[in-house]
């Protein structure tokens, strides 16, 4: 009671002094508004300290969300993978899909004053688009980059790359002027960005908070919020609290404190805001029992999908039917139904087990199973759990261990020491970039990609055909060959694509948070409205 009672003193103080800043009046910094005076400030809460705030150097959900707020990309790309101009007005690829072309926007400055230019942007795709998860597919096929004029810039590879576009729009663009000759992976800009964006950087106290201030020179029309504060909260009730109080005007919940939401006034959680996330089932095609992908599209037909997001996931999602989302409408395989082609049919699926040649034993069991899952994504223990019922009911025994995310990765996909995997994670900008990744072959082992020790030749033929084309018909045809041949293997697959990890606002300071906007993780800062 003593060690709840200290937590929640400090978490009283830390509210306090976010009240405070609301009170604020345009004698502050960032002061400079339309409101008659009164700083228009808005306040994020967040769950730690950001590691960094620089995404292009540093992978991770926090480093995205701020470099969304304080840098551009080339092309911008939306949570439905609209793609329209950013700091390019328009881009050009030719018929080979072996040169882009990029015309960027005028009178663009970054936060310090200084010009952007076509030279930033040449030192961009040289030296930092390589170091960057996404862009170092991009980057090895960069043959040369010419700046043609002021606002020109071509850029010339070596082969064709599909996701090119798509790569680019993930690339936040940073100053030359600041980076080169550095370090740039221990600049110090890393933590006191200087962008282009329509928020600048202002401070940061670790454990306390992270404040942003408008850009007033942002090029994409007039920011309507002064200075943006993000508290930085550790513990969910206390997000939750703070939220449904109205001192804070957005923040992630937990699907425990989500419940808690509904039916309060102003109280509505985002829509989207980011690329599709998914909850998937991952099986180790090295384990004896599940050697056969017979047999493991029998386990997956025993997973009631609908159950799971009704109950471990509280209706925050919807029942994978496809390998794709539907927001991928032009790569989906339409003939594809997971209902259909794995009925749950929990008396056929017992029958096919038996004559597969894994009858019940004296212990009531077929087979034992080892699944793992990380303890830190409650959805996903949820789900975890569901499952281990579920397969019950055709007699398979699942052992649920759960771990830190550390050991779940060094257990899955460096050691192989699992029989079925579950996981959340997100589709990404592209096909190419985020959902092939696991179902390619992966003879090194790496991270975060395919662990099920199948190496198709099919799937990687149709993953190449992807890759060699910038034609979307043609990739589209060729992620169809793929999810054909992953229906035929069944080795890992989405059970549902999960919304509970999107933002729950509380409207009733400002309206229009839940704007869609143009790029994923930006929040809608020149249109937003200060309400109360």
Known sequence: MFTAHKRSIGVLAAIAAVGLVLTACSGDDGGDDSSGGEERIYVQA????????????????????????????????????????????????????????????????????????????????????????????????????????????????????????????????????????????????????????????????????????????????????????????????????????????????????QSQGDGRDNIEQMTGGGFPQVITVMFNALSPNLSDPEVRALVFAALDREEMVDVALGGKGTAAETFFPEALDWAVNTDINFSDDFPHDVDEINEALDAAGYPVGSDGYRFTLNARYITELSEVASVTEMAAAQLEEVGIKLNLVGSASAVYTEKVYTESDFDLAFLRSTLGADPSLGIVRWYGCNPNKAAATNPSGICDEGITEAADAALSSTDREARGEAFRDLQERAKELMFYAPLAWYTGWLPTLNTSRWSGMDEQMPSTNLTPWTSMELIG
């Open 46 to 257: 967040i769950g730690a300290d950001p590691q960094s705030f620089n995404a292009q150097l540093t992978s991770g959900a926090s480093p995205t969300a701020f470099s969304a707020q304080m840098f551009d990309t080339l092309i911008r790309i939306s949570d439905d993978y609209e793609l329209s101009p950013g700091l390019a007005e328009e881009w050009a690829v030719s018929d080979d899909g072996t040169l882009i072309t990029l015309t960027l926007r005028e009178g663009v400055t970054w936060h310090d004053g200084e010009p952007f230019t076509a030279e930033d942007v040449k030192f961009n795709l040289e030296e930092i688009v390589e170091l960057q998860t996404f862009g170092a597919g991009l980057a090895a096929r960069i043959g040369s980059v010419e700046v043609v004029d002021d606002t020109t810039v071509e850029v010339a590879l070596t082969e064709t790359y599909g996701p090119a576009i798509e790569t680019l729009a993930l690339q936040y663009m940073l100053p030359k002027h600041v980076y080169e000759g550095t370090d740039y992976v221990t600049n110090p800009a890393n933590l006191a960005p200087i962008g282009t964006g329509p928020m600048m950087f202002e401070s940061f106290q670790s454990g306390t908070e992270v404040i942003l201030v408008k850009n007033p020179n942002y090029w994409d029309g007039e920011v309507q919020v002064d200075r943006a504060i993000y508290p930085v909260m550790a513990d969910p009730n206390s997000r939750a609290l703070s939220l449904f109080a109205g001192e804070v005007d957005q923040a992630a919940l937990d699907p425990a404190q």
